[in-house]
């Protein structure tokens, strides 16, 4: 089994900035993919951006120039790093890994989420 546990979400005015946080534990063999989603109630859950092992990026058009993530594999962590925040950006923050596990198979897992929400 794989835990991912996000930390860094909270309240913060418009314009701010807040990085959160994924760490990733378990029976990690290798992770070729982490990545950030975001949901609000009532919408479809969506891609905010996603690095893979082999450093592709991808990030939703709405982000792009706003919010960056990055990863450190040594670790088995992820980050994003979001400026410039918009009252459009407040949702529950999940992070997600693609794992090869120790017994060889691949999986997504989830993390629980953290809130984050822009507001004055």
């Known amino acids: 089994q794989v835990q991912l546990v996000e930390s860094g979400g909270g309240l913060v005015q418009p314009g701010g900035s807040l990085r959160l946080s994924c760490a990733a534990s378990?029976?990690?063999?290798?992770?070729?993919?982490m990545g950030w989603y975001r949901q609000v109630p009532g919408k479809q859950r969506e891609l905010v951006a996603s690095i893979t092992s082999d450093a592709n990026f991808n990030y939703a058009d709405s982000v792009k120039v706003r919010f960056s993530i990055s990863r450190d594999t040594a670790k088995n962590m992820v980050y994003l790093q979001m400026n410039s925040l918009k009252p459009e950006d407040t949702a529950v923050y999940l992070c997600n890994a693609g794992v090869r596990e120790t017994n060889g198979l691949r999986r997504q897992y989830w993390g629980q989420g953290t809130q984050v929400t822009v507001s004055s």
């Open positions: 378990g029976t990690i063999l290798s992770i070729y993919s």
